[in-house]
């Protein structure tokens, strides 16, 4: 009978729960039916608590506080998509909860469900029933009405009973979950977690992961990249032996944060542990120096190295910048995916285009690197993806620059808002007219259905074509050419002057030249701006002004 939880037994109960959400994280997506059948919520979910589960896989700690505070930090840095977004704040409202506990009793650990359940409510502007919210506070409401002070894997059982019962009745809660015939997909990727953590309770074993090893599945940022690609060539690492106590932290970090990416200064009392790739390791030396000793210092030079990393990064970042040693006034961050389109808003200009999008929403943490890396006075972020507004809000709120986020929805939304900024004007201004320019597009996207589903009134099969409109679905065939001629008649009016088409990596250049064609038969009164996108999951995203 298990009274207490201590943190090493904590730290297996999260590892259990980690590897149970990889192993079944394809359940989750299948399960995504919102706003498209495209399925990533699983894998977001599993990405963000993974890392948790790593990190606390490799350290022990004398409190469980100290753990909880562990998964709250990685989890946060490493959320992607709302769905990872909210669960960083379930856990950090755990930890909340915990603080200062060497151990926590069932009150315990109810107390910190409450206070998980009011973090993830208070992080969300307009909380949606029926979601991961939802069975985050049944779960915590019988956590605390339970009256038995006893076995923690009783208690266990009773709160995930609750969580299912609610999972359950979600569609109930959210019409469009009825509508597809499944349940909350955030909500059976936190139960999951659970569900894993009470297999180590019961059974006294880690579940173990299915084909992966830890390695497999959670690689740093910093992977394999073709050498002639690396921006910064010296990995450089040290310890500071504190001596002059009277050199601020943050004046060293904002010294060497031009020199280089992939920055971590973290400040432990006697010591600091540095992190950088730079191309001036010297630089970084010698303002180290000013503080005091250094020890373990490991300089590698990473265009000379070739060496395979096990497995696959699920997200790559792939970032270009425009680097300039002076300040500038503004600078912008567009989140897009597809060489083409990250050229046509590089040459808009965009400082720092970062690879993302639907099914590979970038996390806080990639965000907040390109906040540090880009040396403006003024920021904007344009995520161009509804999943992706919340983590560059955290984003936003982690930095201590001066941060707008722009809320584009869809690239269009995003190439409007960025003709608009007028690099003489006040940032108010640009935010308006951004903004403005924003919320006047009408954008079209056509992708495929990964499942069969019922959506909107649509039977929709797998592997059907999808025409969206504004991110809903309004169109659906299994002709890609007619389903495009169709949602583009239904977006254009007879107002509109420009029509911009970008085409997917899947569309052939002979499709694509009779889309253009087409258009231009068609639409003769319209300026065709006409693009080879190369983005992934869209076949074509297209919209009129």
Same mark, same amino acid.
């Given at each position: 009978?298990?009274n207490s939880?201590?943190?090493?037994l904590?730290?297996?109960?999260?590892v259990?729960?980690g590897?149970n959400?990889?192993?079944?994280?394809?359940?989750?997506n299948?399960?995504n039916v919102?706003?498209?059948p495209?399925?990533?919520?699983?894998?977001?979910?599993?990405?963000?608590?993974f890392?948790?589960?790593?990190?606390?896989?490799k350290k022990?700690?004398?409190k469980?506080?100290?753990?909880?505070?562990l998964?709250a930090?990685?989890? $946060?840095?490493?959320?992607?998509?709302?769905?990872?977004?909210?669960l960083?704040?379930?856990?950090?409202g755990?930890?909340?909860g915990?603080?200062?506990?060497?151990?926590?009793?069932?009150?315990?650990?109810?107390?910190a469900?409450?206070?998980?359940?009011?973090?993830a409510?208070r992080a969300?502007m307009?909380p949606?029933?029926g979601t991961?919210?939802? =069975?985050i506070r049944t779960?915590? +409401?019988?956590?605390n009405?339970?009256n038995?002070?006893?076995?923690f894997?009783?208690?266990?059982? &009773?709160?995930?009973n609750?969580?299912n019962?609610? $999972?359950? #009745?979600?569609?109930?809660?959210?019409?469009?979950?009825k509508?597809?015939?499944v349940v909350?997909?955030?909500?059976k990727?936190?139960?999951i977690i659970?569900?894993?953590?009470?297999?180590?309770?019961k059974y006294? %074993?880690i579940?173990?992961l299915?084909?992966?090893?830890v390695?497999?599945?959670?690689i740093?940022?910093?992977?394999?990249?073709?050498?002639?690609d690396? /921006?910064y060539?010296?990995?450089?690492?040290f310890?500071?032996n504190k001596?002059?106590?009277?050199v601020s932290?943050?004046?060293f970090?904002?010294?060497?944060?031009e020199k280089?990416?992939?920055?971590?200064?973290?400040? %432990?009392?006697?010591?600091?542990?540095?992190h950088i790739h730079?191309n001036?390791?010297?630089?970084?030396i010698?303002? +180290?120096?000013?503080?005091?000793?250094?020890v373990?210092i490991?300089?590698?030079n990473?265009?000379?190295?070739?060496?395979?990393?096990?497995?696959?990064?699920? &997200?790559?970042?792939e970032?270009?910048?425009?680097?300039?040693?002076?300040?500038?006034?503004?600078?912008?961050?567009?989140?897009?995916?597809?060489?083409?389109?990250?050229?046509?808003f590089?040459?808009?200009?965009?400082d720092i285009?970062?690879s993302?999008?639907?099914?590979?929403?970038?996390?806080?943490?990639?965000?907040l690197k390109?906040?540090?890396? $880009?040396?403006a006075?003024?920021?904007?972020i344009?995520?161009?993806?509804?999943?992706?507004?919340l983590?560059a809000?955290?984003?936003k709120?982690?930095s201590?620059k001066?941060?707008?986020v722009i809320?584009? &929805?869809?690239?269009?939304?995003?190439l409007?808002?960025?003709l608009?900024?007028d690099?003489?004007a006040?940032?108010?201004e640009?935010?308006?007219?951004?903004?403005?320019a924003?919320?006047?597009?009408?954008?079209?996207?056509?992708t495929?259905a990964?499942?069969?589903?019922?959506?909107d009134?649509?039977?929709?099969?797998?592997?059907?074509?999808l025409?969206?409109?504004d991110g #809903?679905i309004? &169109?659906t065939? /299994?002709?890609?050419?007619?389903l495009?001629?169709?949602?583009?008649?239904? =977006?254009y009016?007879?107002?509109?002057e420009?029509?911009?088409v970008?085409?997917g990596e899947?569309?052939s250049?002979e499709?694509?030249q009779?889309? #253009?064609?087409y258009?231009?038969?068609?639409?003769?009164?319209?300026?065709? $701006?006409?693009?080879n996108?190369?983005?992934p999951?869209y076949s074509?995203?297209?919209?009129v002004?």
């Open positions: 009978m298990i939880v201590n943190s090493s904590f730290c297996q109960m999260v259990s729960g590897n959400l990889e192993n079944n994280k394809q359940l989750v299948a399960l919102f706003p498209v495209d399925g990533d919520t699983g894998t977001n979910m599993s990405l963000t608590f890392s948790a589960a790593a990190e606390v896989s022990e700690f004398e469980i506080s100290d753990a909880a505070d998964i930090s990685t989890t $946060l840095r490493s959320a992607r998509g709302n769905s990872g977004v909210i960083s704040q379930i856990f950090r755990f930890a909340k915990l603080s200062g506990k060497e151990a926590a009793t069932i009150k315990d650990f109810a107390a469900l409450k206070s998980a359940s009011d973090t409510y969300v307009k949606t029933e991961i919210l939802t =069975i779960m915590a +409401a019988a956590a009405e339970y038995k002070d006893e076995d894997t009783a208690f266990f059982e &009773h709160i995930i609750a969580g019962d609610a $999972l359950n #009745k979600t569609p109930d809660l959210l019409p469009l979950l509508q597809a015939g909350d997909a955030g909500g990727g936190l139960l659970f569900e894993g953590m009470l297999h180590l309770l006294g %074993e579940i173990e299915s084909d992966k090893t390695l497999d599945v959670f740093p940022s910093q992977a394999e990249v073709p050498a002639e690396i /921006k060539g010296y990995c450089t690492e310890i500071i001596k002059n106590y009277g932290t943050e004046k970090k904002a010294a060497i944060s280089g990416d992939s920055m971590l200064v973290i400040d %432990e009392l006697d010591i600091i542990k540095v730079t001036n390791p010297g630089f970084v010698e303002k +180290a120096l000013e503080i005091g000793e250094l373990n490991k300089i590698d990473m265009r000379m190295q070739h060496r395979n990393i096990i497995g696959q990064e699920a &997200h790559k970042e970032v270009s910048a425009k680097v300039s040693d002076t300040q500038k006034e503004y600078g912008i961050i567009s989140v897009v995916a597809g060489e083409g389109v990250s050229n046509v590089s040459e808009l200009g965009t285009v970062l993302g999008g639907q099914t590979m929403n970038p996390s806080t943490e990639d965000i390109c906040i540090t890396n $880009l040396n006075k003024e920021i904007f344009l995520p161009n993806n509804k999943n992706i507004v983590a809000n955290q984003a709120e982690l201590e001066s941060v707008t809320p584009s &929805h869809t690239i269009p939304q995003g409007s808002a960025l608009a900024f690099p003489t006040s940032k108010e640009n935010e308006v007219a951004m903004n403005n924003m919320i006047k597009v009408k954008s079209g996207s056509i495929y990964v499942r069969d589903t019922n959506v009134g649509f039977e929709i099969k797998e592997g059907d074509y025409g969206l409109t #809903k309004t &169109h065939s /299994k002709d890609k050419i007619q495009f001629k169709d949602l583009l008649s239904s =977006i009016n007879d107002g509109c420009v029509i911009t970008f085409y899947d569309v250049e499709e694509a009779s889309i #253009k064609e258009i231009e038969e068609n639409y003769p009164d319209c300026d065709l $701006l006409f693009y996108g190369g983005q999951v074509y995203i297209l919209s002004e």
